[in-house]
């Protein structure tokens, strides 16, 4: 079964693998015990952010979406459920891998806005191709690899100016804002994790790694031979702390699950996973753990709505009901829970 993957002009010619045509999977039944009320009174939300944007983000292509900070424009696909005026909407980002695209993205995993019993507003960013050959500002398609608070991360930035447009002018379920991506996408959503833990009520990573483990920065480049091509990537992410506890569903899948450069292995994504275990549990971290065996892919037996539900039943703040109830039924199979 082909990966389909698109050639992207570094300085070297890397392996740029964006999500296959072929992702089938059965979708379960819509969880509808965690969706969104409308009328629902909520309490103040602990964050804020500003909209220098100074306009509401419209349903489809944003251009030149203005960010926060003076820090640029970017351009970020934004598809509004149909739902009645005072519904309170969830926000779901999602994160393409390397060398893929917004509109590939969307069709590879049939993505779009969410229905009435989970009605949320899908957030799809346009990556910046950055390059983890340059010296000045590393990154793996998206600004993943270094991020400290405080910093101009153009992937925090980009969240921060559209929950802060969305919530100025739109119903937001600020305690339901969660993020999901593949490979360099899934390495964008990790990090988020790790910068933004007190906004993102849960996230799911389909082969990534946490470059806040001194562990998985140990894999990078395992023969040595990048660094004759100039590949030294050395990250830095905001640590994890374990009061701020969390939950996460990552996938991985098995020792194909790699990333390489002319044939040179970068990290290998099944190692990251194993160093990722006791990372989580030392971080207070709730763990889904689901593991498949056909490479750098999705997992075969995981669909959108196994993502959407597991997403949606998280609140921020709030325990996972996974703690009293176990895995439902639907993610029983394919996936095994890790309590910290």
Not at 272 to 277: F, N, P, Y
Not at 282 to 298: K, M, Q, S, Y
Request: aromatic content about 8%.
């Amino acid at each position: 079964m082909p990966i389909r993957c698109l050639g992207l002009m570094l300085v070297v010619m890397a392996t740029a693998c964006g999500l296959p045509n072929d992702v089938e999977s059965v979708d379960p039944p819509m969880n509808t015990s965690a969706s969104s009320d409308a009328g629902v009174v909520t309490p103040e939300p602990p964050f804020r952010f500003a909209c220098d944007h100074g306009q509401a983000l419209q349903d489809g292509l944003n251009r030149n979406m203005t960010l926060n900070g003076g820090l640029g424009t970017r351009n970020v696909t934004v598809e509004f459920p149909r739902v009645d005026r005072g519904t309170k909407m969830p926000i779901i980002f999602g994160w393409h891998g390397m060398g893929d695209n917004v509109g590939n993205f969307k069709r590879a995993l049939n993505l779009g806005a969410g229905s009435a019993e989970f009605p949320f507003i899908l957030v799809l960013p346009e990556s910046t191709n950055m390059n983890f050959l340059d010296p000045d500002r590393p990154g793996v398609d998206w600004d993943n690899l270094d991020s400290v608070t405080g910093d101009n991360n153009k992937e925090v930035a980009l969240v921060e100016s559209v929950i802060g447009c969305l919530m100025n002018y739109d119903d937001i379920a600020w305690d339901q804002i969660y993020s999901f991506g593949f490979s360099a996408g899934a390495l964008a959503t990790n990090m988020l994790h790790s910068r933004l833990p007190h906004v993102f009520a849960a996230t799911a990573a389909m082969s990534g790694a946490w470059f806040n483990d001194p562990d998985q920065i140990d894999l990078l480049d395992p023969s040595g031979q990048g660094a004759n091509l100039g590949i030294e990537p050395d990250p830095v992410w905001d640590p994890l702390f374990p009061e701020d506890r969390g939950v996460v569903l990552l996938t991985h899948g098995g020792s194909q699950d790699n990333y390489g450069v002319m044939g040179i292995e970068v990290i290998n994504f099944e190692s990251a996973h194993t160093a990722t275990i006791d990372h989580m549990a030392e971080n207070n971290r709730l763990l889904v753990d689901c593991a498949h065996t056909t490479g750098h892919r999705p997992h075969p037996q995981l669909s959108k709505q196994h993502y959407f539900n597991f997403l949606s039943a998280h609140r921020l703040g709030q325990p996972s009901p996974y703690l009293t109830d176990g895995l439902p039924s639907e993610l029983s199979g394919p996936c095994v829970l890790r309590l910290p």
